[in-house]
């Protein structure tokens, strides 16, 4: 998607699709990772997968209640009583 502003400079607009840990409130989930190259989208990222969740988790065809092979840690689906209680909505260390 461009959109060109009054300013008349174009600037692309990526859309990010909504991961199903964010629908399915996945107490784990850390929300998205930024990408250093500005023609690609971020990352949906969590615990079990800080280097971006895979396409089945993303998409909800897998609900990981069982830890997969390639996730760096134990974790796996747990429902976050509210939005608070999700990991990308509590205070970090420094801020």
């Not at 600037?11 to 991961?19: D, G, I, Q, R, Y």
């Not at 199903?20 to 989930?29: D, L, Q, V």
């Not at 796996?76 to 909505?89: D, I, L, R, T």
Request: overall charge neutral; glycine content about 8%; some cysteine.
């Amino acid at each position: 998607m461009i959109l060109i502003s009054r300013w008349g400079m174009e600037k692309s607009l990526k859309m990010l699709t909504a991961c199903s840990c964010f629908r399915k409130m996945y107490k784990h989930y850390e929300g998205i990772m930024e990408s250093d190259n500005p023609d690609r989208s971020g990352k949906h990222i969590c615990k079990a997968f800080p280097n971006g969740i895979p396409d089945e988790i993303f998409s909800g065809r897998n609900d990981h209640s069982v830890p997969m092979p390639a996730q760096e840690s134990v974790e796996v689906y747990e429902h976050a009583g509210n939005y608070s209680e999700m990991e990308m909505f509590r205070p970090k260390r420094g801020f």
